[in-house]
């Protein structure tokens, strides 16, 4: 997804938690993020019961989550930081980028399907990291529309019934929504479905809020649940 990201608000820092069990990573990155402008670490976790903890507490915006930890990894973390009751808490959204030394990882797959955001390695230049704070912090995807799929592909082997929520979307969304399934930016939507970008926002909003899904990345994962990838 190519939607250039967007920053927080005027005056109001990207806030930041570090979830990794290895204590000279966490302050790496710490000094890495903290360097940046308009974002800040508030905390960090050594395992995930420690990370679901500190984002109940601290309203992170932005979550960096290790995928191998003790206690719990960051896939049960993620599953947990998004179930429906602790969402329906929150008075800010937050999004989780998982951290893995293994590119195209199983459990990166199976931590997108709870709601991360994308992944990225834990060798990434600072900024790359920096871009990926603020793009997951927009709503996006921080993983290649391609690399996506081919993650997806193999977690959606047997393809879930679509919901009837799925039959209230006009045949304008039913685009927008397959378009973005592919990773197509508002900018190429547009193109596409010959709408203007701010229409394709609204489309958007509109699919999120009739599928209940959070953001566009949770798009992608239930086209690729219940079959809907053309």
Excluded: W
Aim: hydrophobic share 45%.
């Amino acid at each position: 997804m190519t939607d250039a990201p967007a920053g927080p608000p005027t005056g109001e820092d990207i806030r930041v938690l570090l979830v990794d069990d290895q204590e000279l990573f966490r302050e790496g990155v710490r000094v890495i993020v903290d360097a940046q402008e308009g974002m800040r670490v508030v905390g960090a976790a050594g395992d995930g019961l420690e990370a679901v903890r500190l984002v109940d507490e601290l309203e992170p915006d932005v979550v960096l989550m290790d995928i191998r930890m003790p206690e719990m990894d960051g896939v049960e973390a993620t599953r947990q930081v998004f179930s429906p009751a602790r969402v329906a808490r929150r008075t800010r959204p937050v999004r989780v980028v998982v951290l893995t030394t293994f590119n195209l990882d199983d459990r990166a797959a199976t931590a997108i399907r709870h709601g991360a955001s994308g992944f990225l390695l834990k060798d990434t230049t600072p900024v790359m990291l920096r871009d990926a704070i603020r793009t997951v912090h927009a709503g996006n995807a921080v993983l290649a529309p391609t690399d996506l799929a081919t993650l997806l592909d193999g977690q959606f082997r047997a393809r879930a019934a679509v919901p009837a929520a799925y039959s209230s979307l006009t045949e304008k969304e039913r685009e927008v929504f397959a378009a973005v399934a592919r990773g197509l930016s508002n900018t190429e939507t547009a193109a596409l479905v010959l709408a203007g970008e701010s229409t394709v926002k609204t489309h958007v909003g509109s699919i999120l809020r009739k599928l209940g899904l959070r953001d566009r990345v949770q798009i992608v994962v239930f086209a690729h649940e219940h079959g809907l990838v053309g």
